[in-house]
């Protein structure tokens, strides 16, 4: 949908300015960058809550399953790796 309407803007301001109304395709292009701005935002953000998801998913199947633990000390920013083992 979103490829659909980024080319109904770019074919209506091209229209525009080939019939010299400059203001009016002014302003159609205008939102078009809008349009197409905010739809590039929203994909950067959905992957990012995405990707996280994920990562928390995987980090807590890792716990559960095999007794490792991946944690991060913010004492000395590094990554920490622990095993467990029950008996």
Same mark, same amino acid.
């Given at each position: 949908?979103?490829?659909l309407l980024?080319?109904?803007?770019?074919?209506?301001?091209?229209?525009?300015?080939? %019939?010299?109304?400059?203001?009016?395709?002014?302003?159609?292009?205008?939102?078009?960058?809008l349009?197409?701005?905010?739809?590039?935002? %929203?994909?950067?953000s959905s992957a990012?809550?995405?990707?996280?998801r994920?990562?928390n998913?995987?980090?807590?199947n890792?716990?559960?399953?095999?007794?490792? %633990?991946? %944690?991060?000390?913010?004492?000395?920013s590094?990554?920490?790796?622990?095993?467990?083992?029950?008996?």
């Amino acid at each position: 949908m979103a490829f659909l309407l980024n080319g109904a803007f770019i074919l209506a301001a091209v229209e525009l300015f080939r %019939s010299e109304r400059y203001a009016a395709g002014g302003v159609v292009t205008f939102f078009e960058i809008l349009w197409y701005s905010g739809n590039i935002y %929203s994909a950067v953000s959905s992957a990012h809550k995405y990707n996280e998801r994920e990562k928390n998913k995987f980090l807590e199947n890792l716990k559960k399953t095999s007794g490792l %633990s991946l %944690s991060y000390d913010p004492a000395t920013s590094s990554p920490l790796l622990a095993f467990s083992f029950r008996y």
